[in-house]
């Protein structure tokens, strides 16, 4: 079974600039989590979807970041204008609906605002 | 805000040492998970705790939920360099929210 799938893997832009990350979850997952991991810290989480509709936001910087997940599979989270301290790891996580809450994490993508 | 604090932050022990990470909350949690993250990889689920007093042992690895639910511990036995990560806890509420609220880490190093 395929596991999560992220893109792209680093990104590395200047503050003021746009960005978007994308996540496919594992087959079948109905709920996506979007986390924001700063260095030295445990994954904070911004978005939580349950197909294509908003469970939880209410970390989310809505000033700046967004996240869609249109057809209910994949996801993007955006970020417009990016500062400098959103520099983190952006992981995304699925798990099934009427399961335990194992989440399953993609490797995540590692940003880096200059 | 539920807050999940771990200890220690960082561990630097010899191979065959054993060790223990502590996950403290004044929150009641329905279920307390374990992960292991490695540079470059998403955590990855070690095992998940729901009952009060509750023991789980995964090989070397000893799980323990407080019984109060708010705390819980990782002993590691013999530690060796494979067990060398960065160990989160996360704690689970049983509301249809789901998402997990994560301690901010205990950064295992086992020097060979």
């Known amino acids: 079974e395929a596991g999560v799938a992220q893109s792209p893997r680093y990104k590395i832009i200047e503050k003021r600039q746009s960005v978007a990350f994308w996540c496919n979850p594992i087959?079948?997952?109905?709920?996506l989590y979007w986390y924001q991991q700063i260095l030295g810290q445990g994954p904070k989480l911004l978005i939580q979807?349950?197909?294509?509709?908003?469970?939880?936001d209410s970390q989310l910087p809505k000033d700046r970041f967004s996240a869609e997940r249109l057809k209910g599979v994949d996801s993007t989270l955006k970020i417009q204008p990016a500062k400098l301290e959103d520099s983190a790891v952006y992981l995304c996580a699925s798990s099934q609906l009427s399961s335990s809450d194992t989440q399953y994490f993609g490797p995540g993508t590692r940003l880096t605002v200059l | 805000t539920q807050l999940l604090e771990q200890s220690p932050q960082f561990l630097s022990i010899q191979e065959g040492e054993n060790l223990t990470v502590y996950c403290n909350s004044s929150?009641?949690?329905?279920?307390l998970q374990w992960y292991r993250q490695e540079p470059g990889e998403g955590p990855v689920l070690l095992v998940t705790v729901v009952t009060g007093g509750e023991v789980k042992k995964l090989k070397r690895l000893t799980f323990q939920f407080g019984d109060a639910r708010k705390d819980s511990s990782l002993h590691i036995t013999a530690a060796q360099p494979g067990d060398t990560g960065l160990y989160l806890c996360a704690g689970g509420k049983d509301t249809g929210r789901r998402a997990l609220t994560f301690g901010s880490g205990t950064r295992l190093q086992v020097q060979p």
């Open positions: 979807f349950q197909n294509n509709g908003v469970v939880d």
């Open positions: 929150s009641v949690f329905s279920s």
């Open positions: 087959s079948g997952h109905a709920t």
